[in-house]
């Protein structure tokens, strides 16, 4: 099943990735992947970044983008932690973890759900510029990146 959470409160990876693993001695790899709020987009200057979601939609869409990983893998466990709320560069806001008994079936389970995250989770950006707010818009490129996964 896998470890899904939606929370405003920063997150330790180390210890999120050791609770992940948990003393299981099947798991011969462990990849993972943490976003960070750029200080810049779009060659603007970015000061703060606020996250929203639609609570449990967001949620079951992460959970499903999971499920959908460990159908196309053999992943042991997955985690995905999100953050919401106002955020400064720097702040983590995203944490994506997936074991297995072999690294190439984690790498590519890890970097599926990122892919996915970004572009079937529901989250909205909006960034502080100093030309004021903006909300951001999706990415071409994020649709690239999933679009590899199909067929």
Known sequence: MPIVRVQEA????????????GGRTDVG????????????ND???????????????TEKALDDICREAASRWNVLETLVIHRVG???PG????LVGVTSAHRGESFAACEFIMDFLKT???FWKKESTPEGERWVDARASDDVAANRWKG
Do not use: Q
Not at 91 to 94: N, P, T
């Open 10 to 21: 920063d997150f330790d990876v180390g210890r999120e990735l050791e609770v992940l693993t």
């Open 29 to 40: 790899a462990l990849a993972s992947f943490v976003g960070l709020v750029r200080g810049a």
């Open 43 to 57: 060659g603007r200057g970015v000061s703060s970044m606020t996250l929203e979601h639609y609570p449990g939609m």
């Open 86 to 88: 106002p955020l400064k």
């Open 91 to 94: 702040d983590r806001i995203v």
């Open 120 to 122: 079937r989770a529901p």
